[in-house]
């Protein structure tokens, strides 16, 4: 189950699950996260309904996001429920998770020398410097990836060094490791700005300043101090941001997001697109599940 934040995957998620005897394994990169729970909208054991959740709080904040350990865990996880009798349902808006774990898809190895000498460049020079190097190297991966984007910047040029190809060249044409139906849940674009204002507005009325207080080396963690929200709180607690320039922030670069997300997703014949504000979903997706 697929879509942009905020759109009711998971509410869908739930209903669904307890139709077909499901389970959820999370594909949304920041709920990994230990301690990430109102910036990401984490669902609490109340919300869950009963339902058994995968791969979520795995990771320490400190630790970069490594999507071959996040494919080989959720891949465990799926063989695990299916062994079970029964029905695994791969649920977020991380793209390249759920592409990596659906898919047969290898990832290059690392150098840890080449990323850190690459990330000490990033911090010193920016990812302006970095993307321009990309686009020269790989103007395909150069056109995809954002030039704000550093961590995937950084990862690009790290897999050109070590394999002496294109970073394009390492993502595989589609080959399908499980039979899935790919459900896309949307709404309309003014509709889901109004419910990402919203839900930013009661994040941090819910204590989205506290959570990051308490969350010990999160400025050390390269993937999770850039997370949206957590970010701009960083940045409200040193006072370069005020609270409401710190959400409107959030706002509008959730709304970037969305778009990025909408843009990866739809490039995807294989998604049966439902509205998330239909009064029929759940019975539209039950369809679809079969």
């Known amino acids: 189950m697929v879509g942009p934040t905020a759109a009711g995957k998971s509410a869908l998620s739930i209903a669904l699950a307890h139709e077909l005897g499901g389970e959820v394994v999370n594909a949304d990169s920041m ?22 959740h995968h791969l979520l709080d795995i990771w320490d904040v400190t630790e970069p996001a490594a999507v071959a350990e996040y494919q080989r865990l959720a891949r465990a996880a799926i063989d695990g429920i299916l062994d079970r009798g029964r029905v695994p349902l ?54 995809k990836i954002l030039p704000s984007n550093g961590r995937r910047i950084v990862r690009a040029l790290e897999v050109i060094e070590l394999t002496g190809q294109p ?51 999160i400025r050390d963690g390269r993937t999770a101090s850039r997370a949206l929200g957590y970010q701009q709180v960083l940045a409200q607690i040193d006072g370069t941001l005020t609270e409401e320039q710190a959400k409107a922030d959030t706002v509008q670069g959730t709304r970037r997001f969305v778009r990025r997300q909408r843009s990866w997703f739809r490039r995807d014949p294989a998604v049966h697109w439902l509205d998330g504000a239909d009064p029929k979903l759940l019975a539209a997706a039950r369809e679809l599940a079969g």
């Not at 709920?31 to 919300?47: C, F, S, V």
């Not at 659906?102 to 840890?112: C, Q, R, V, Y």
């Not at 970073?167 to 309309?188: E, H, K």
């Open 167 to 217: 970073f394009t060249a390492s993502l595989p044409d589609p080959r399908p490791v499980y039979q899935a139906v790919q459900i896309g849940v949307d709404r309309d674009t003014a509709e889901l700005d109004e419910r990402i204002a919203l839900r930013v507005d009661l994040m941090w009325s819910a204590g989205l300043i506290d959570e990051v207080r308490g969350l010990d080396g």
């Open 90 to 143: 791969l649920v977020g808006g991380s793209g390249l998770y759920l592409r990596a774990v659906l898919e047969d898809f290898e990832f290059p190895g690392t150098d840890p020398a080449i990323r850190a000498r690459l990330e000490a460049e990033l911090t010193e020079a920016g990812p302006g410097v970095l993307h321009a190097r990309l686009a020269e190297r790989d103007p395909e991966a150069g056109a």
């Open 31 to 52: 709920q990994l996260y230990r301690g990430m729970d109102i910036g990401t909208a984490k669902l609490t054991e109340t919300e869950r309904d009963g339902i058994p």
